[in-house]
């Protein structure tokens, strides 16, 4: 599983350190079985797992499931927020000037003097709820968090390349890599140094840092791959903008026959929908390798949920609710890649909390969904009577 940063903005507050999940479809991602079970949660563990309707004890906060699939939450390994609101529509005007005073709202994360700041902590927020409602409850968010992605190395003179290095040794921060996107890059890259652009990072240092991590890397060859298997590199792959920009798709197969550490992320969508993403990722490898096995269903999941894993007691208790109906498949992976989509996240727990439950941020305290987003209309260009 990719590190993911810690949410830049803390959203929830605990009301009830116990609480019992009742008749549960507990999903097993290493047999494919499913089991009818009680949760309980005790603060941001889950304590305890019993056959469904065992746990006679009586207990101040009971959530029904209603016999819904209860799997490990999705992971949003890479979000740009402030791109994702410009395609949808709401480009950001920093030098806006409007006073904070006439609206109602509060900030979480910290407090600030400048309208622009409020204005962009809170698409944060709204960026964050918009996870939330599509069962991601660990997200990096670029933007937010000002990291510095490395990219166009064919605009970088070799002084830049060393001043990114020591820059990043000094930080003790892994650099992040969005190159290798089309052939064009890897070209020009090649006629200037006269090497691959894979080999160009590792003679300047950097690749010789824990966890260095590529978005996209679309068009590396086979020994491009070695050399950043022997760096124990790992990639973000982001179906949304590949197909939006309508690059390759990466070669997933590869990856995943070279053990590399593979994410997913939402790159700058708005409308976040990771079994779309799934979606996206199987037809494309079945596509391109003319195999329907080739490329699994539970390897899908697997990337989705930042790597197989199934809840168990003493673990975080972190997970999702998806609506159970009839299926036209008896292999549950297959039934929630190709059955489903984020409408039927009927309830997401982060940590012990319900975030949402039915389609709506239930968070004590927390801003309204609709709120936020009339707020990002009011500080955007975008006309303020456009639908």
């Given at each position: 599983?990719?590190?993911?940063?810690?949410?830049?903005?803390?959203?929830?507050k605990r009301q009830n350190d116990v609480k019992l999940f009742r008749n549960a479809s507990l999903v097993d991602f290493e047999t494919g079985e499913i089991?009818?079970?009680?949760?309980?949660?005790?603060?941001?563990?889950?304590?305890?797992?019993?056959?469904?309707?065992?746990d006679k004890n009586v207990y101040e906060f009971v959530e029904n499931i209603n016999e819904g699939f209860v799997i490990p939450p999705f992971v949003n390994?890479?979000?740009?927020?402030?791109?994702?609101?410009?395609?949808?529509?709401?480009?950001?005007?920093?030098?806006?000037?409007?006073?904070?005073?006439?609206?109602?709202?509060?900030?979480?994360?910290?407090?600030?003097?400048?309208?622009?700041?409020?204005?962009?902590?809170?698409?944060?927020?709204?960026?964050?709820?918009?996870?939330?409602?599509?069962?991601?409850?660990?997200?990096?968010?670029?933007?937010?968090?000002?990291?510095?992605?490395?990219?166009?190395?064919?605009?970088?003179?070799?002084?830049?390349?060393?001043?990114?290095?020591?820059?990043?040794?000094?930080?003790?921060?892994?650099?992040?890599?969005?190159?290798?996107?089309?052939?064009?890059?890897?070209?020009?890259?090649?006629?200037?140094?006269?090497?691959?652009?894979?080999?160009?990072?590792?003679?300047?240092?950097?690749?010789?840092?824990?966890?260095?991590?590529?978005?996209?890397?679309?068009?590396?060859?086979?020994?491009?791959?070695?050399?950043?298997?022997?760096?124990?590199?790992?990639?973000?792959?982001?179906?949304?903008?590949?197909?939006?920009?309508?690059?390759?798709?990466?070669?997933?197969?590869?990856?995943?026959?070279?053990?590399?550490?593979?994410?997913?992320?939402?790159?700058?969508?708005?409308?976040?929908?990771?079994?779309?993403?799934?979606?996206?990722?199987?037809?494309?490898?079945?596509?391109?390798?003319?195999?329907?096995?080739?490329?699994?269903?539970?390897?899908?999941?697997?990337?989705?949920?930042?790597?197989?894993?199934?809840?168990?007691?003493?673990?975080?208790?972190?997970?999702?609710?998806?609506?159970?109906?009839?299926?036209?498949?008896?292999?549950?992976?297959?039934?929630?890649?190709?059955?489903?989509?984020?409408?039927?996240?009927?309830?997401?727990?982060?940590?012990?909390?319900?975030?949402?439950?039915?389609?709506?941020?239930?968070?004590?305290?927390?801003?309204?969904?609709?709120?936020?987003?009339?707020?990002?209309?009011?500080?955007?260009?975008?006309?303020?009577?456009?639908?």
């Amino acid at each position: 599983m990719l590190n993911s940063y810690d949410n830049i903005i803390q959203l929830k507050k605990r009301q009830n350190d116990v609480k019992l999940f009742r008749n549960a479809s507990l999903v097993d991602f290493e047999t494919g079985e499913i089991n009818l079970v009680d949760i309980l949660v005790y603060k941001d563990k889950i304590s305890k797992i019993t056959p469904a309707g065992e746990d006679k004890n009586v207990y101040e906060f009971v959530e029904n499931i209603n016999e819904g699939f209860v799997i490990p939450p999705f992971v949003n390994h890479y979000c740009d927020s402030l791109k994702a609101f410009n395609s949808y529509g709401l480009e950001i005007d920093k030098d806006v000037s409007i006073d904070v005073n006439d609206f109602k709202f509060k900030v979480y994360g910290g407090n600030s003097d400048k309208s622009e700041d409020i204005a962009i902590l809170n698409l944060f927020c709204l960026m964050q709820f918009t996870n939330y409602l599509a069962g991601a409850v660990h997200t990096t968010d670029f933007s937010a968090l000002n990291n510095s992605i490395i990219e166009k190395i064919e605009d970088k003179t070799e002084k830049d390349l060393d001043d990114l290095c020591n820059l990043y040794h000094k930080s003790k921060l892994s650099p992040v890599f969005r190159v290798g996107l089309d052939l064009n890059e890897l070209g020009s890259v090649d006629k200037i140094y006269k090497k691959p652009l894979v080999q160009v990072l590792e003679d300047f240092g950097l690749l010789d840092f824990d966890s260095s991590v590529f978005i996209g890397g679309n068009c590396f060859e086979k020994d491009d791959l070695e050399l950043l298997r022997q760096h124990d590199c790992k990639f973000i792959i982001t179906p949304y903008d590949d197909g939006r920009d309508g690059r390759r798709p990466v070669n997933l197969i590869r990856l995943k026959n070279m053990d590399f550490c593979v994410g997913l992320g939402s790159g700058h969508s708005f409308e976040i929908d990771f079994f779309e993403y799934m979606r996206l990722m199987i037809s494309q490898m079945r596509s391109v390798f003319e195999d329907k096995d080739c490329f699994t269903e539970k390897n899908a999941l697997k990337i989705a949920l930042g790597g197989e894993k199934s809840l168990k007691e003493g673990e975080e208790a972190s997970f999702i609710v998806i609506k159970n109906e009839d299926s036209l498949y008896d292999d549950i992976f297959k039934t929630l890649v190709w059955e489903k989509s984020n409408k039927d996240i009927t309830l997401t727990v982060d940590c012990g909390e319900i975030v949402q439950k039915n389609r709506k941020i239930v968070m004590q305290d927390a801003l309204n969904y609709d709120t936020l987003k009339l707020i990002a209309k009011l500080f955007s260009r975008r006309n303020k009577n456009d639908n």
